[in-house]
């Protein structure tokens, strides 16, 4: 069974407007804006590959084609995976989208790792950064506003380059970020009926060597089961019905396995 999930991140410009004078509190209008911001470069790796991908925009710092590119390479993943993807990523792939006229899907299955930390845990901090070195398994590359000047303003070859990196770190560290959150987060897409036609396997990685964790039922009396991959690293937890339950018996005697008692 192969997952197509994609983990990918975004770096963008930033606006250029007129001003008479510096200072807080000041109104920027609609009408002052000489330049919109645009997607200098994407990164981006499917779970398991070692390579990260990178589009970068063209020398008229364009970045239609990068646009054109990855709206199809999004269409090819069961799903989407970025931090505080929901919120920027995707509204700013869609944003430019929409101004070149490329047409994108009006629904993505995504997962926020932003949305996790926030919700199942009480971090620090919910920055990537943060998380990644809490969590040990990284951190961003430093960078400042200087290198985003010398890309806009002097199409500087070797920050686009910097940049680049940049991005390919945060797409690393993403995915090592969420490996450690995952097992204890609600799985959000099924592979295993995907794939395979049993309700009661993992999942997430579709084995059908699970055990039940416990037999709890809800407020209207329905008795549900809480199931554990047994394969490492996986250690999926999930729910499933009584009907899915009897099925999964059902195969583990015809397989010779034994049914589980809970």
Known sequence: MIRKRLFYDIETSYYIVKAWSPGWNKTIQPGDIIKYPAVICISYKWEGEDKVHRLSW?????????????ALIMEKANQIVAHNGDRFDLKWLRMRAIFHG???????????????????????????????????????IKTNIELWDKIILDKDPEALEEMGLYC?????????VYNKLKPYTKPQFNYNKLYRNENWGCPECGNLKVHVSK????????????MRCKTGPC????????????????????????????
């Open 58 to 70: 063209d020398e008229n710092q364009d970045d239609k084609e990068i646009l054109e590119e990855f």
């Open 102 to 140: 490329i047409e994108m899907n009006s629904k993505y299955e995504t997962i926020d790792t932003l949305k996790i930390a926030k919700a199942q845990f009480r971090f620090h901090s919910n920055k990537l950064d943060e998380l990644g070195k809490f969590l040990g398994v990284g951190e961003k």
């Open 168 to 176: 390919d770190q945060d797409v690393l560290l993403l995915e090592r």
């Open 215 to 226: 037999c709890f039922t809800t407020a209207l009396g329905v008795r549900r089961y809480q």
């Open 235 to 262: 250690l999926t937890n999930y729910t499933i019905s009584y009907l899915s339950y009897r099925h999964m018996n059902e195969w583990r005697l015809k397989n010779g396995l034994g049914s589980i008692e809970k």
